[in-house]
């Protein structure tokens, strides 16, 4: 395991979600989307929109969460360990979700 390699992964992807977040603030879309304006289809589409950023900025902020947390578990050694059964997550999890918390059989049976 490359763990440089996954940490700059992660403060990339840190930085990718920090500034999406930047670019475009919820305040701003919740008084463009609910000026009463439009007919009620183009009013129900500001709506939908708007709960659509909340759920983004959610799922962000979760992400954000977990990246630190790995940032955390690299720096105090236990990065690529499984929180739940203590077994090394594989490689191939980690390149694809470096902010992974848990292997892929731990995953499975918490979906489950």
Known sequence: M???VLKEALERKRAELTQ?????PLQYQ???NNGRQGDMADQASGNNEVHIHLRLKRTDAKILQAIDEALVRIEEGTFGVCRDCGEPIAEARLN???WTR???TCKEK???
Do not use: D, F, G
Not at 20 to 24: D, I, K, P
């Open 20 to 24: 999406a977040a930047e670019l475009r």
């Open 2 to 4: 490359n763990v440089p």
């Open 30 to 32: 919740m008084e463009h």
């Open 110 to 112: 918490q979906k489950a």
């Open 102 to 104: 848990v292997c892929i």
């Open 96 to 98: 694809a979700i470096p």
